[in-house]
Structures are given as C-alpha cells and as structure tokens.
C-alpha cells in the first residue's frame, strides 16, 4: 500500500475555485439549446476540448468531471461505450435514455445519484431556470469517446465545428 504525505494529498485536492470550465467541451455546446460547460477533475473524461487538462491524473479506473447545462438547455443526444454514473445537484434535471419511440424520459432530483448504462443513448435536461450542475463519472483510464446522434453532428458542421481525428473539437475549416 503506497504511503502518502500530507503535501502529496494536497496535490490531490480540487476545490470548486479551482475548476477550469469550458464552454467547448461537447460538440453540442455551439449549439442554440445545448449550452453547457465542462470542468475535468481526475483524468480525462468526455471533454472534447483539446486544452482541457485535469488536474488529477493518473490510472485510477475512472474519471471525474463536472457538467453545468444552462436553464432550458441540455447536452444533446450521445452515447459512448464507458459506465458512468451521474451525481445531481440542483433542480429541473431530466435524463432521456434511448431514442425514437423507446425514448424515456425521467425527472432526477437533486441529490440523486444515477447509473447509465454503457452504450445508451442519453441526454440531460435542465428544466429550472438555473443552472443545473452534476458530477459525472465515467470508467476507464482514457478519454471517453462520444458518438454524437447525426441530428447534433449536421448541426455542428453547419454551424462550423467537427471532432478531429482524436475526437477534439475544432473548426471544419481547419479538418475539411
């Protein structure tokens, strides 16, 4: 068992002061709809932007992200292949799980603690007139990779921005 001391645990430490947010850190946020933001806590997460570094690092097995979604926004309809379990703090959260006519949708009070199932398709809802905040948890020591419903990915283009070959974004100017 590895024996730490007490500056070496300090460096472990991320307080919500510290948190360095992103306003690009899904595809969905250039989006009307979809305003979200993203601050990584340990290890690299569903980030997609290429400058977001967490300040923890490391293998542990999972990463630690936190998610902001403006008032009447959500993340837009994604799935990825990793566990991820969503920790709710604040009112108007609503979780839609699969797509088309298997769409459930559900409130999530503040407070909950929910589990996705690895490979569904989900969005998150804020229906408050605040911003809604979580803690995410995904599993796995890499980033997690998204697959974005085509609907937020022709909306995207449109709107000038794409994933790049290692799922960051960027301009389709510069991808083509």
Known sequence: VDNYSDDELVDRL????????????LLSSALDGHRCRMAP???FGMSED????????GRH?????????EPGSS?????????????VFGLGCELRLNRGEQTV???????AVVS????????????????????????????????WAAEITVAAADAGWCRDANG???PVALVG
């Open 116 to 147: 996705v199932p690895s490979g569904a398709w989900r969005d998150v809802a804020n229906r408050s007139d605040e911003p809604l905040q979580l803690v995410v948890v995904n599993g796995g020591d890499g980033p997690t990779a998204l697959d």
């Open 14 to 25: 991320v307080t919500l002061d510290e948190l360095t947010w992103s306003n690009q850190a």
């Open 105 to 111: 949708a559900s409130p999530v009070g503040a407070g």
């Open 61 to 69: 097995g999972f990463s630690v992200e936190w998610l902001e979604i």
């Open 50 to 57: 290429r400058r977001h570094r967490p300040p923890i690092v």
């Open 41 to 43: 806590v340990i290890g």
């Open 168 to 170: 960051c974004l960027a």
């Open 75 to 87: 993340t837009g309809l994604h799935r990825h292949r990793d566990s991820q379990v969503l920790f």
